[in-house]
């Protein structure tokens, strides 16, 4: 019984429209949208060929340039000196630059945007790649570097001083500098003043004209805070001193005692009726008795004789 069953159903013909057709359906479909989108490609490719053409037409004759940052520059330095090819010349700009920004980065500590610095790198890239002649064999980055770097040293002696030093003046103060840095990344400390002059060769006392030079490399505005100060902390023209006329003062008073001494108790009096009292000559005449004609002779021969003794006194006199 099972088996006759098993027979009837498998023996069971399959009706057109059902699982069968179902199954043969998708490949067809497929093929035909194959066919339909063949078709319309050779359409397109028959409507572009005219303009391919004449684009063909205009094309540069001239090698392309390689775009592998891997290959060989020297075909990009060929062709940017004897073609002057801006493409080559982006090119090596594009390959280079972090070279030079790194260079850069040697001077990120100054008083410099970094900005203005890498703005500097890549000029001295720019004048690297138009003078560099492959023909001789050296590579560029060994050629790039100390020209980068020459190019920024000449920008920190020209330009970034604040008030005008000697070019002699800027450009030890700048090898000081250097040597300051690179002694203290061997050995960790600050170097001295004996220790940069034995490391470049100079005596010390132009060591030290050269670090006071580099206090004129940068200024600050006298009303800025003062550093460690507080918002409400003082600024630097508040700590500048000033001339104090009392000090004058205290050095006249000095040499008129010793001068006073020099000169009768009759005319001191009339001194000091006269210039600390503040009376006047007839004042005084009638206070002392005398003519107003006295007091006035008495007064010019005790000044005369004061300027006499003061200035035999002074050590600044002949």
């Known amino acids: ?4 069953a098993t027979r009837s159903r498998s023996s069971k013909p399959t009706a057109p429209g059902q699982l069968g057709s179902r199954t043969t359906r998708r490949p067809a479909v497929r093929h035909a949208a194959d066919s339909a989108s063949r078709s319309a490609g050779e359409q397109v490719r028959t409507a572009d060929e005219p303009a391919c053409s004449a684009q ?5 004759t001239r090698p392309a340039l390689p775009r592998d940052p891997n290959t060989d520059h020297d075909e990009l330095f ?3 000196r004897n073609d002057r ?3 080559a010349q982006e090119l090596l700009m594009e390959q280079y630059m972090p070279l030079a920004r790194s260079l850069a980065r040697r001077y990120g500590r100054t008083s410099e945007p970094f900005e203005d610095l890498l703005q500097v790198a890549a000029l001295g890239l720019v004048k690297a790649i138009d003078r560099y002649e492959p023909e001789r064999g050296h590579s560029f980055a060994a050629f790039a570097v100390p020209t980068i770097l020459g190019e920024m040293r000449r920008y920190f002696r020209d330009a970034g001083w604040a008030i005008h030093v000697p070019r002699a003046a800027k450009e030890r103060a700048l090898m000081v500098r250097d040597a300051v840095d690179r002694l203290r990344g061997t050995s960790g400390h600050s170097p001295t003043v ?5 490391f470049l060769e100079l005596d010390v006392e132009q060591v030290l004209d050269a670090l006071a030079a580099l206090q004129a490399y940068e200024t600050c505005s006298l009303d800025a ?8 902390g003082i600024s630097y023209a508040e700590t500048l001193g ?4 009392r000090y004058e003062l205290i050095e006249c008073d000095v040499t008129l005692r010793s001068a006073l001494t020099e000169i009768a108790p009759r005319e001191r009096r009339i001194l000091r009726l006269r210039f600390v009292d503040d009376l006047t000559q007839s004042q005084i ?5 005398i003519s107003q004609m006295q007091v006035s002779r008495l007064l010019r021969r005790s000044l005369e004789r004061l300027r006499a003794v003061t200035r035999a006194s002074s050590p600044e006199s002949p």
């Open 225 to 232: 805070r003062r550093p460690g100060a507080d918002e409400e």
């Open 1 to 4: 019984m099972g088996s006759t």
């Open 194 to 198: 004996n220790q940069l002059a034995q």
């Open 85 to 87: 090819d801006r493409t």
């Open 56 to 60: 063909a037409a205009t094309v540069d």
């Open 242 to 245: 000033h001339e104090d006329e």
């Open 285 to 289: 005449a009638e206070r002392l008795g």
């Open 78 to 80: 060929v062709a940017w």
